[in-house]
């Protein structure tokens, strides 16, 4: 196999989306057309609260005995680790993941992007910082506040409002991309435009790690559903928060996400469910909001596709 490279080949604007494109390792970033189906939208920030997974790292091995840990004499308790959550591990390697390296033959990109304001710093704040090296993902930077004032008439496409142009950051993973000849380069390959995935009857949730020094609590897991420009977001709402248990671990089922996820009546409408044969992309966004900017730095390691 000849050297897969991970440059940009370009933009592609597939439908209205919650997120926004900016300079990545992938030609897949699938950017908005701006206005409210950003996920800054109506300031509603996801907050920190909402169901916890379970924790399991304290728990005490048995009793049996007075010298051997455990309830069978001779093997020790199994207390101490997380629980291991069933599924398919989705294991990138240095922002790229192969379909034979995975039973659902998931392929594609692992990459950052931002708005441009939060991507460059602007000169006034830090520019986003992007490492992505063998099974983890991570950035860092502060996410700009939106500016309802913003002059409307030099927005940066595809934003069509202030919400549009401070969007935030993501990292992105795209499931069905598949590898093309790059045309400077045809003896190498590069990442085409991403495809939908049918995670129908194979996937139910999605399992990760997220750690980090400053992990935002308006932080949202979403998939992009859709082919062509009719392409959704669906994510996390206020009752289906990022929350990571005490190992960093998070599992957040697919029948939870919704379209307009930032509404307060978006999780009661469950016909704004995503279509599961169309999935092009899973994502973690830091949202913005009007009030103040947002600070992040985490990573994002150890997906897994449950059943």
């Known amino acids: 196999m000849s050297k897969l490279s991970y440059s940009l080949v370009s933009a592609v604007a597939l439908g209205a989306l919650l997120m926004a494109c900016g300079e990545s390792s992938s030609n897949a970033p699938i950017v908005p057309s701006g206005g409210s189906a950003n996920p800054g939208a109506g300031g509603a ?5 909402g ?5 399991g790292g304290d728990a005490v091995p048995g009793a049996g005995g007075d010298a051997v840990p455990g309830a069978g ?9 997380a629980p291991v959550v069933e599924g398919v591990p989705l294991a990138f390697t240095d922002g790229w993941i192969e379909a034979d390296a995975n039973t659902l033959g998931v ?16 000169g006034v704040g830090p520019a986003m910082v992007t490492t992505i090296e063998g099974p983890t993902a991570c950035i860092s930077g502060e996410a700009f506040k939106v500016d309802t004032k913003c002059d409307t008439t030099m927005l940066t496409p595809p934003a069509m409002d202030c919400y549009g142009e401070y969007w935030g950051a993501a990292i992105g993973f795209n499931l069905n991309q598949p590898k093309v000849p790059d045309p ?10 991403p495809e939908p995935f ?9 399992s990760f790690k997220i750690t980090g020094a400053t992990i935002p609590t308006s932080l949202r897991f979403s998939v992009d559903s859709g082919e062509g420009d009719a392409v959704t977001q669906y994510c996390t709402t206020s009752m289906t928060k990022i929350v990571p248990d005490a190992n960093g671990v998070v599992t957040v089922k697919l029948d939870d996400l919704r379209s307009e996820c930032w509404l307060g009546t978006a999780f009661s409408d469950p016909q704004n469910r995503a279509d599961l044969t169309k999935i092009v992309k899973i994502a973690w966004g830091v949202v913005t909001n009007d009030k103040s900017a947002v600070p992040f730095d985490f990573c994002v390691s150890e997906v897994i596709a449950v059943p």
């Open 198 to 206: 049918d995670l129908s009857g194979k996937v139910s949730a999605f």
């Open 73 to 81: 004499g001779d093997e020790a308790g199994t207390g101490g680790d």
């Open 107 to 122: 392929q594609g990109a692992v990459f950052a992007y931002a708005d441009p304001h939060t991507e460059t710093g602007d």
């Open 51 to 55: 169901a916890q997974p379970g924790a």
């Open 184 to 193: 400077d380069n045809p003896e190498e390959e590069i990442g085409g435009d």
């Open 45 to 49: 920030d996801p907050g920190a609260g």
